[in-house]
């Protein structure tokens, strides 16, 4: 390619600024993070994370519940489930019926649940709760993600953390990188344009920053794609409308699956599902989510648990805010605060851990958390991706015990 025209190019990409760059899909759409540097295998022994976020407001209460407690059946009189209905964990708690594969990971110690994990001074908007729990930043908005700072301050590898959808959440953004996006309705990348953007990602000492910031993205393409294409299919957009569900929980993880089992060097991934908002009418909508979340995890875990990369692998599910405990006149329940986070997989030591929050010593209705969700966090970072803590969550934070 004649030098002049490669200029022009990369000038042209550079001149639509970070935010058309941003608009994008994969790798290419990510100048930031997407940075030069030959594909390498996943090392032997990398813990893996995946993040499952449950957009809408989980009704935590009626997830692990306190079946043998008279204050949530008296909160509740419709909406409660009778103690022969939980699958039980103890003389106390049940788990929804829904949740029969993650009850067997209690069984096997493979299934940790955190009680009560929220933050100072809950909100109950969804956008600004989310925010929170994506920026581990209660008190200041911030404009950065806690696994973005973690990109910030763990190398340049565009493949480190990789988000299942082409939309990335806040989580995933740091100040100088961001994760990767990946849809299964991408198509693979024809040869004769992965020639050209090998030729337009050439080193030229007279590049400006913004052309180098164009140039290194064409570069990290070359990483990306061929890691990917060869366990992601493309797929017809048009036919996956008809034939298959491929935004679906279980379509995400099987993304993930594949990709753990080819050496895929992504230390983080992240995949979601939505729909937990239940003013009304609760109980079926929640136990189908919840069903939705139990069939696609467990045979996840279980695939995971034969693979010499899987069996490092650890699943967080959590949601943005726990349900109110008194039931509203819909048979739903309205927005809350503190929550259950769930943890699993191999590594996990399975068990109760954070104080179970009071039914009746309540905050305006809600339940008291007591425990921080960036001490979730703060051992996912030390334990499963070997790294300092800090810069994610800050100073004061502890590990809880549960890998």
Same mark, same amino acid.
């Given at each position: 390619?004649?030098?002049?025209?490669?200029? *022009?190019?990369?000038?042209?990409?550079?001149?639509?600024?970070?935010?058309?760059? /941003?608009?994008?899909?994969?790798?290419?759409?990510?100048?930031?993070?997407?940075?030069?540097?030959?594909?390498?295998?996943?090392?032997?022994?990398?813990?893996? #994370?995946?993040?499952?976020?449950?957009?809408?407001? @989980?009704?935590?209460?009626?997830?692990?519940?306190?079946?043998?407690? $008279?204050?949530?059946? =008296?909160?509740?009189?419709?909406?409660?489930?009778?103690?022969?209905?939980?699958?039980? /964990? =103890?003389?106390? #708690?049940?788990?929804?019926?829904?949740?029969?594969?993650?009850?067997?990971?209690?069984?096997?110690?493979?299934?940790?649940?955190?009680?009560?994990?929220?933050?100072? *001074?809950?909100?109950?908007?969804?956008?600004?709760?989310?925010?929170?729990?994506?920026?581990?930043?209660?008190?200041?908005?911030?404009?950065?993600?806690?696994?973005?700072?973690?990109?910030?301050?763990?190398?340049?590898?565009?493949?480190?953390?990789? $988000?299942?959808?082409?939309?990335?959440?806040?989580?995933?953004?740091?100040?100088?990188?961001?994760?990767?996006?990946?849809?299964?309705?991408?198509?693979?990348?024809?040869?004769?344009?992965?020639?050209?953007?090998?030729? /337009?990602?050439?080193?030229?000492?007279?590049?400006?920053?913004?052309?180098?910031?164009?140039?290194?993205?064409?570069?990290?393409?070359?990483?990306?794609?061929?890691?990917?294409?060869?366990?992601?299919?493309?797929?017809?957009?048009?036919?996956?409308?008809?034939?298959?569900?491929?935004?679906?929980?279980?379509?995400?993880?099987?993304?993930?699956?594949?990709?753990?089992?080819?050496?895929?060097?992504?230390?983080?991934?992240?995949?979601? #599902?939505?729909?937990? =908002?239940?003013?009304?009418?609760?109980?079926?909508?929640?136990?189908?989510?919840?069903?939705?979340?139990?069939?696609?995890?467990?045979?996840?875990?279980?695939?995971?648990? $034969?693979?010499?990369?899987?069996?490092?692998?650890? &699943?967080?599910?959590?949601?943005?805010?726990?349900?109110?405990?008194?039931? @509203?006149?819909?048979?739903?329940?309205?927005?809350?605060?503190?929550?259950? &986070?769930?943890?699993?997989?191999?590594?996990?030591?399975?068990?109760?851990?954070? =104080?179970?929050?009071?039914?009746?010593?309540?905050?305006?209705?809600?339940? *008291?958390?007591?425990?921080?969700?960036?001490?979730?966090?703060?051992?996912?970072?030390? *334990?499963?991706?070997?790294?300092?803590?800090?810069?994610?969550?800050?100073?004061?934070?502890?590990?809880?015990?549960?890998?």
């Amino acid at each position: 390619m004649a030098d002049w025209n490669r200029r *022009k190019f990369l000038i042209a990409g550079a001149g639509v600024g970070a935010a058309g760059l /941003l608009s994008g899909v994969a790798a290419i759409t990510l100048p930031d993070l997407l940075a030069a540097g030959r594909q390498r295998p996943l090392p032997p022994k990398s813990g893996i #994370l995946v993040i499952v976020s449950l957009y809408g407001g @989980n009704d935590g209460i009626n997830t692990v519940i306190p079946y043998a407690d $008279n204050a949530y059946h =008296d909160a509740r009189p419709d909406l409660a489930y009778a103690p022969e209905e939980v699958l039980p /964990l =103890d003389g106390q #708690l049940g788990l929804n019926p829904a949740l029969k594969g993650m009850s067997g990971m209690w069984q096997h110690d493979h299934l940790a649940i955190i009680r009560g994990v929220g933050y100072p *001074k809950p909100d109950r908007s969804h956008f600004r709760s989310m925010d929170i729990w994506q920026t581990a930043s209660p008190r200041d908005p911030v404009s950065t993600g806690w696994i973005g700072r973690w990109l910030d301050t763990s190398g340049d590898d565009p493949l480190r953390a990789l $988000n299942i959808g082409a939309v990335l959440p806040l989580m995933a953004i740091g100040e100088k990188q961001v994760a990767s996006a990946l849809s299964e309705t991408i198509p693979r990348i024809p040869t004769g344009i992965t020639d050209t953007l090998t030729a /337009l990602s050439a080193d030229d000492p007279r590049d400006t920053p913004a052309m180098r910031a164009v140039r290194n993205s064409y570069r990290a393409t070359a990483v990306t794609e061929p890691e990917f294409g060869r366990v992601i299919k493309g797929v017809d957009p048009t036919a996956a409308g008809r034939n298959a569900d491929v935004d679906s929980l279980s379509a995400q993880l099987d993304v993930v699956a594949r990709c753990v089992k080819a050496a895929v060097p992504t230390r983080v991934y992240m995949v979601s #599902l939505l729909g937990f =908002d239940t003013h009304a009418d609760e109980r079926g909508t929640q136990e189908d989510l919840l069903r939705t979340l139990d069939e696609a995890v467990t045979p996840f875990l279980q695939q995971m648990r $034969n693979n010499t990369y899987g069996r490092n692998l650890v &699943v967080m599910a959590y949601s943005e805010f726990g349900r109110r405990v008194a039931a @509203n006149a819909s048979q739903g329940t309205d927005h809350g605060a503190a929550g259950p &986070v769930f943890l699993m997989g191999a590594p996990v030591k399975g068990g109760f851990y954070g =104080d179970e929050p009071s039914l009746t010593d309540l905050d305006d209705g809600d339940l *008291k958390s007591t425990t921080d969700f960036r001490d979730v966090y703060h051992e996912l970072l030390s *334990k499963t991706l070997n790294s300092d803590p800090t810069p994610s969550v800050g100073t004061g934070r502890r590990d809880l015990g549960f890998l």
